[in-house]
Every structure is written in structure tokens, then in C-alpha cells.
């Protein structure tokens, strides 16, 4: 690892998560991780864009869970089963990253549909184009239109959705499901056990579909350990709070 500045701690702003919160993070910059380093990194709760690898330390708040998928003792519930069924048609490929200006369109209009949010293409490069460590992105065709793509990080023991993009067109198709049980298949077909899916957060409905996703592992920040469904289930509420709160 190639590291281009120490940790350092952003200031204080308003949490997009979580109403009347504050949030703050730890985060660094480097290049040239490889995949036992990358492995580490995401087993002590950090997420990276590009070359910016990042974890929340903000004040008096635990709510932000890393969280991760069992990939080979994955079980699809019923109505993920169905998704399952609905995309049997749709084809996908994993290569290596390539940008392609079909991606930036697919991406811009993700953004503004979605969130309501401008792009341009030197941001998007910047955070998906910009590989510091091993990395792979998924494509998702439905007949022959490019209905999604997934960026991946690529570790000695895992795969790790950056994130993943679809046109609002194939909403019926539920491509974000799709998407963590599709690459979680290919991360079993790689030898991997985990597929990590990110933060998950528990009052935020945009985040906490992740614990439909079973089996899922989830890490508490006071030690470092990750627990399975049940030991997380039965010590949650003191997972999440500060002693003083």
C-alpha cells in the first residue's frame, strides 16, 4: 500500500442517513493495496471511492453497521426468490474495469432519477475509474440494452459492492436485489466467502433492506468482532449505544 496522506477526521456535517444527526469521518488516500491489505481494510469497517478510503467516527453514534454476506451460506427468501425468477433472462458479464461513455450516461441518469442529482463525467472517473486496489465491474444487459452495472473491489477472501447503478426503465426487474445475489453467486464461484455490502443502518429504510440478505454478518465497532444474525440480534441495542447516551 501506497499511502498519499495519513488518517485525518473531517469536520462535523448534517447526516443524510439519519434526521437531526451529525456525521464525521476518519479517511486517507492510497493507492496500490493489494488484496491481503484490501481484506484488512474491509474487515475493520472502512469503504473507499477511488483512492478515498473512509469510516464513520461520528459523535455518540454507532448506527452505521458494517455488513457483510455469508456468501456460500446465502439463502434467498421468498420474494428474492422471485427476483431471481424474473431476471433468469437478463445476461451478465464481470470483466475488468473499462469506462465506456455508456456507463457515464447510464450513471447520470441513475443520479438524476434517482436523487435528483447532477454528474459530471471527471467525479465519476474519479470514484469508479480510479482503481487504488483490485477491482472488477459487473454488467447487467437486459435483450440488448446495458441495464445496470456494479462496481467491485476484489480481496483475498471477498468481494465488496462499491456500488451499483440501473436505468429507471427496468425498475419492475428490482436490479438492486438482483445485483447482491447475482455478484454474491460469482463471489462463490471465485473462492471468496464474503460479499460486503457496505453500512447498514437500521432507522434508514434505503439502508437497512441489507438485513433481508441472510446469512449476514455485521461488525461491532467496540471490538472489532463480527457477529452473525442471532449473537448481533441479542446484543443490538448495546451495540449501538454510547454509555452516555
Same mark, same amino acid.
Given at each position: ?6 488518517? $485525518? ?28 491489505? $484490501? /481484506? ?29 454476506? /455469508?456468501?456460500?451460506?446465502?439463502? =434467498? ?23 465506456? !461513455? ?10 438524476? *432519477? ?29 435483450? *440488448? ?7 467491485? !473491489? ?14 429507471? !426503465? ?14 454474491? =453467486? ?10 460486503? $455490502? ?12 441489507? /438485513? ?15 457477529? !452473525? ?14 454509555? *452516555? /447516551?
Amino acid at each position: 500500500m501506497k499511502l498519499l496522506s495519513e488518517p $485525518l477526521v473531517s469536520e462535523e456535517a448534517a447526516c443524510p442517513y439519519l434526521k437531526d444527526r451529525k456525521w464525521r469521518f476518519s479517511y486517507f488516500f492510497a493507492t496500490e493495496v493489494d488484496g491481503e491489505e $484490501l /481484506n484488512y481494510i474491509l474487515s475493520r469497517g472502512w469503504r473507499k471511492f477511488g483512492m478515498y478510503y473512509f469510516k464513520p467516527v461520528c459523535r455518540g453514534c454507532r448506527e452505521c453497521v458494517p455488513i457483510r454476506l /455469508n456468501c456460500d451460506k446465502l439463502q =434467498a427468501a421468498k420474494s428474492q426468490k422471485r427476483v431471481l425468477r424474473k431476471c433468469e433472462d437478463i445476461r451478465v458479464e464481470f470483466r475488468d474495469l473499462e469506462y465506456r !461513455d455508456e456507463i457515464y450516461e447510464l450513471y447520470r441518469v441513475h443520479s438524476l *432519477d434517482r436523487f435528483g442529482k447532477e454528474s459530471n463525467v471527471e467525479d465519476f472517473q474519479s470514484s469508479f475509474y480510479t482503481p487504488s486496489c483490485p477491482a472488477i465491474q459487473s454488467e447487467y444487459y437486459i435483450g *440488448d440494452r446495458l441495464a445496470g452495472v456494479g462496481f467491485l !473491489d476484489v480481496s483475498t477472501e471477498a468481494l465488496s459492492s462499491v456500488y451499483f447503478i440501473y436505468h429507471t !426503465d427496468f425498475l419492475k426487474y428490482s436490479l438492486g436485489t438482483f445485483s447482491i445475489l447475482r455478484e454474491s =453467486a460469482f463471489a462463490v464461484s471465485m473462492g471468496f466467502r464474503y460479499y460486503y $455490502l457496505g453500512y447498514y443502518i437500521r432507522e434508514n429504510r434505503s439502508m437497512a433492506y441489507k /438485513n433481508s440478505f441472510h446469512m449476514n454478518e455485521k461488525m461491532d465497532w467496540l471490538t472489532g468482532r463480527w457477529l !452473525d444474525e442471532i449473537e448481533f440480534e441479542s446484543c443490538e441495542k448495546k451495540i449501538l449505544s454510547y454509555p *452516555d /447516551n
